[in-house]
């Protein structure tokens, strides 16, 4: 069973990655980081999780695709891993594997200029993504897998309008008539209502 992280443990795991980075004499490395983790981290949502999402790097001021993982990164990660007895798959890029990930999708409009940073040592930097992405990615993967991402997504509590953008993002990731029916009544069973008639 995956031992869930809380903010402790995620903050001790940053900051272990960013020794083990060190140690292994690997370059700097910026990651942009996503769902839970970030939730947790910036303190939008007192939860735990399970891992932490990467969606993307950024190289030279740019954001970039991450896959696969650079090795230096997977080691590290490998380490921190044995050294806090935590899962071995802990970091991932699991939002942006394939070509049907986020990054290779397209991001929302103005994604980078609102990320915050945080430096953990020399050879890391996480960027955590702002709580109006957080409601776009949130509101698709409620319509695709629901569960606890619409309990987060509750959680972020969007207006009107953030939620009419997140919409109109998600459903350029996903054209298909179904989609569209279950967001539509996510939406209502939501208490948005009025959102879902102007789509």
Known sequence: MRKSLDRTTLDLAMKS?????????????????????ALVLTGMVPRTTKDVDIVALIRAGRLVSLAPLPDELIQAASEVAEDLAIDSNWLNNGPSSGEGGLFQ??????????LTSEAYGECLRVHFIDRLDQIHFKLYASVDRGGYHIEDLRALSPTPDELESACRW????????GFRMVLLNLLKALGYENVANKL
């Open 17 to 37: 990655l960013a020794i083990r980075l060190s140690e292994n004499n690997a370059e700097k490395i910026e990651i942009v980081v996503c769902g839970g983790s």
């Open 105 to 114: 999708m397209g991001l929302p409009q103005g994604f980078a200029d609102r």
């Open 170 to 177: 998600c459903m350029t990731h996903d054209v298909s008539e």
